[in-house]
């Protein structure tokens, strides 16, 4: 399966790594797409590393071919999976914003490419009446939604807002 990985601006976007190198590992063809936020917690070159594919951050990298790399990629996908990914981004999404080629990527998939997205935030984000109509927004347009799960914030504080583990998000994946 064609798989892309979008990784935006969250502490959990360390555990991008693990996920990337495990969906190769299961034979998955991962491409990642970055927003310039998530390059403050994990560079580039780690992602394309582990996917062997170069990783797409801005929407001035795609002078490589004539065709758009953000819609080459949409129009190839079989699943365009974000995790983590931040309030900013579900807003972005659900306000159908594109300022970057994640967002881009997310508007020009063909209506059947499924869209899995594995939030990661503090708890009083998450539970934000504003982000709580982004995702009703995003399931409404077809969006699946891994929750996030409930623990130690990075923030400090304890309770929702974790990124699911590693291993539910590749269940879900495959399921």
């Known amino acids: 399966m064609k798989i892309i990985l979008g990784i935006t601006g969250s502490i959990a976007a360390y555990k991008a790594a693990d996920l990337a190198s495990q969906l190769v590992k299961e034979g998955h063809e991962v491409h990642a797409v970055m927003t310039r936020s998530a390059c403050e917690f994990i560079t580039p070159l780690t992602l394309q590393t582990l996917t062997r594919h170069p990783v797409l951050v801005s929407l001035e990298d795609e002078k490589h ?3 758009p790399g953000h819609i080459e990629l949409a ?3 079989d699943l365009l999976l974000i995790a983590p990914a931040s309030a900013n981004t579900l807003a972005l999404l659900a306000n159908g914003h ?3 080629p994640l967002t881009s ?3 020009a998939l063909p209506r059947e490419t499924r869209v899995l997205i ?3 935030m503090n708890g009083k984000m998450w539970l934000h009446p504003a982000t709580q109509r982004n995702i ?3 399931e409404a347009d077809g969006c699946q939604f ?3 799960a409930i623990g130690d914030l990075a923030c400090g504080y304890q309770g929702i807002g974790r990124l699911a583990d590693v291993s539910e998000i590749l269940s879900a994946v495959g399921g």
Do not use: C
């Open 65 to 67: 071919s004539w065709k």
């Open 75 to 77: 129009d190839t996908a």
């Open 98 to 100: 594109a300022p970057d």
């Open 105 to 107: 990527i997310y508007l």
């Open 118 to 120: 594995a939030p990661a």
């Open 136 to 138: 009703q927004q995003l």
């Open 146 to 148: 891994i929750q996030p």
